[in-house]
């Protein structure tokens, strides 16, 4: 039920930004696959705190969420400050705003497969317009 997995994708957005690592497999599949990389659950939890460690103050914020029944699409956007250089970018510690668009295939009741796409474009206009 669509429904369903929206309460569980919000769960496990709330795990993220709790930084709940040990409980991370309760919503993400032994076998992940991120933008066609087989990551599985160790290397996708590598990845989430890689980021911690890139963004401290990072927040999943969901924007829009659009569910079926076994897929979920969500607008995340985020309001945070890289520590040093964020997507090849030379950040440095400037508050940035952007979105990541995500698609998410579920299978077992898990994430599966993750397809996402960040708006790198408004984070370069926004450290251009700060010089």
Known sequence: ???DLADRYNDYIACLNAQDWENLGHFVHQDVVHNARPLGLHGYRSML???????PDLRFEIQ???TDPDKVAA???????????FMGLAVNGAKISFAENVFY???DGRIHEVWSVIDKDA???QLQSAQ
């Open 1 to 3: 039920m669509p429904s």
């Open 49 to 55: 705190e890689a980021n911690y460690r890139e963004i």
């Open 64 to 66: 829009c969420l659009v």
């Open 75 to 85: 607008r995340l956007v985020f309001n945070c400050t890289p520590v040093g250089e």
């Open 105 to 107: 295939a579920f299978k």
């Open 123 to 125: 984070i370069e206009a």
